[in-house]
């Protein structure tokens, strides 16, 4: 029997063999990712480092990097599914590191935000708004759309950003449109939380005694864009609206996180309503503080059209 060593090295010298050899490294060298790996480490790369690594590169160009090619993370493509591969150089290889791709680290995220706010409270077709659907078409709708796109490009600059307060009649489509935004954000990788703060009110109170207010209330005050949906509608009492609503509102405006709303009511109205707490005390002073801080947050803005409710 011929040695191993001996054999391989038959097979290796075959003509198409090194024909398909050349082929895969060719393919491999053509990937930008690859190329940029190897030029940003290129006193480190020689040919030797390559070849040797071919098996490695080849698995890198079957993978969908950043999800790119990848519609949702149930149609994930790669060989283990939530996870894509990096360029690791080590010592005389180069090799693959497996990280959690960014659609699985969102879906990860909202799954946990899920779990913890129950009044998180996204109905279903809310949840499948696209911004493909809304019709943007009368002036108020412009408006609206224009202050959103400003949001998103400034989203991808990572500056700043200033939320809407989007208010209007009941069924005009405000929630709807606070999906959209929502969903565009998951596309963009960034974390929003949808809450409907009538349902997250009753549920903080609920709370006071089984000591999740503060994991709650932490979640809400700290995720990237928060949403509060439907603010006036909320039986306020003096605790949330000082205690649950200002201290939410004052930590969001001094770590600048970007902040909506939706209501029945203009800020004048809202302010009128947060005067008035259940026992039906009026305090003026801490509702315009409220809605100072709401106005350094959020431009508001009115949402017309009919009534999409049947
Ligand atoms: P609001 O929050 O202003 O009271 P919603 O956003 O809940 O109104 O919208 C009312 C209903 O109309 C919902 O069932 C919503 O799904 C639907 N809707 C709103 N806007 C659109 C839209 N652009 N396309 C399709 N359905 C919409
Ligand atoms: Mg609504």
Not at 97 to 107: A, E, F, L, M, R
Request: charged share 30%; glycine share 4%.
């Amino acid at each position: 029997m011929e040695p191993i060593g001996k054999s391989m090295k038959n097979v290796t010298n075959r003509p198409d063999f090194k024909k398909r050899l050349s082929s895969l490294k060719e393919e491999v060298l053509a990937n930008p990712d690859i190329q940029a790996f190897i030029s940003a480490n290129s006193s480190k790369i020689d040919e030797a480092v390559i070849e040797i690594s071919l098996n490695k590169l080849y698995e890198y160009t079957q993978q969908s990097i950043e999800c790119r090619d990848c519609p949702s993370l149930g149609e994930c493509k790669n060989l283990l599914q939530g996870y894509h591969p990096e360029l690791v150089l080590q010592g005389k290889t180069i090799d693959l590191q497996y990280d959690q791709c960014p659609t699985k680290v969102v879906s990860d995220q909202r799954k946990k935000h899920e779990s913890l706010i129950k009044s998180l409270y996204i109905p279903k077709d809310v949840l499948a708004a696209q911004f493909q659907d809304i019709e943007f078409d009368d002036h108020s709708r412009v408006k609206v759309f224009g202050l959103i796109k400003e949001f998103m490009e400034a989203a991808d600059q990572k500056k700043r950003q200033k939320g809407i307060y989007l208010h209007g009649a009941f069924g005009v489509g405000k929630t709807y449109i606070m999906g959209a935004i929502a969903n565009e954000l998951a596309h963009k990788n960034i974390p929003s939380m949808l809450v409907y703060l009538p349902e997250f009110m009753r549920e903080l109170k609920n709370s006071i005694q089984d000591s999740t207010l503060d994991e709650k209330m932490d979640a809400v005050k700290k995720v990237k864009v928060l949403m509060l949906d439907d603010i006036g509608a909320e039986s306020m009492s003096s605790w949330t609206r000082d205690e649950i609503l200002g201290v939410l509102l004052q930590y969001r405006m001094t770590e600048n996180l970007p902040t909506f709303f939706t209501s029945n009511f203009d800020l004048k109205e809202l302010e009128h309503h947060l005067s008035y707490t259940q026992r039906g005390e009026e305090e003026k002073v801490k509702a315009a503080r409220i809605i100072e801080r709401m106005k350094y947050l959020a431009t508001p803005v009115k949402l017309e059209g009919a009534n999409r409710r049947q």
